[in-house]
Each structure stands twice: as structure tokens, then as C-alpha cells.
């Protein structure tokens, strides 16, 4: 049997497309998908979210597109040294910042910089 490859796609779950659509479309945090979801890759970094896969996820961005210059990788890699495949890394970091950062929109947080301290 062949070793499991890493992703060409950066997915999404449907729920986190839904946060996604919410802080981007609807409170207007961002003007596009990506930057919503860049930014909940970097909140779910900071809240210590472990290392993980995340399953259930349909394509959302090439990785090459979401990542263009590798520093998104190369952090990764830094901060979780045993992870093998960075992009399915990236999917549950994501995924994990959007489902955090859609409890505390549901408990009345309206506000970006909020997140940030």
C-alpha cells in the first residue's frame, strides 16, 4: 500500500464554509474567503488547538494559491514538528479557528480586533 499523500486543496467542512460566509459575507471582517480563513488558521495557532485532521471537508483553495510564497508551511512545520501532511494540518487548524470564532460570534462577540488579544 502506498503512503497516504498530503492535499492539492486546502477543504472546507460545511460548517465552516458557513463561518466563513458569515465573518466575510455577512459582518464584512474580510473581503474574501481566503483572508477568513487565513485568519482562522493563525486564531486556532494561538488558541493552542493540537495537531490534528480534520474529515469531512470539500475543496476550497489550492494550496499554492492560499499558500503562494510556503511561509504558511514552513511555520507549521516549525510549530508542529512531528506533522507530515501540512495541508490537512492547515484544513483542522482552520476548521477549528472557524468553529471557535463562530461560539463566540453566537455568544454576541461582533468585533475582529477582539480576537486578536
Known sequence: MAPEEDRKQVGLTEEGRKTIALVADDLRWFTEG???????LAYAIREDVPAGVTEGVKTG?????????????????????????????????????????????AAGERNPTAFLG
Not at 34 to 40: G, I, N, P, T, V
Not at 91 to 97: F, S
Open 61 to 105: 483553495y489550492g494550496v499554492d494559491g492560499f499558500d503562494d510564497t510556503g511561509e504558511i508551511r514552513a511555520l507549521l512545520a516549525a510549530i508542529y514538528p512531528d506533522v507530515t501532511m501540512p495541508v490537512r494540518l492547515m484544513e483542522h487548524l482552520i476548521d477549528e479557528g472557524l468553529r471557535l470564532i463562530a461560539v463566540r460570534i
Open 34 to 40: 481566503q483572508h477568513a480563513a487565513r485568519f482562522a
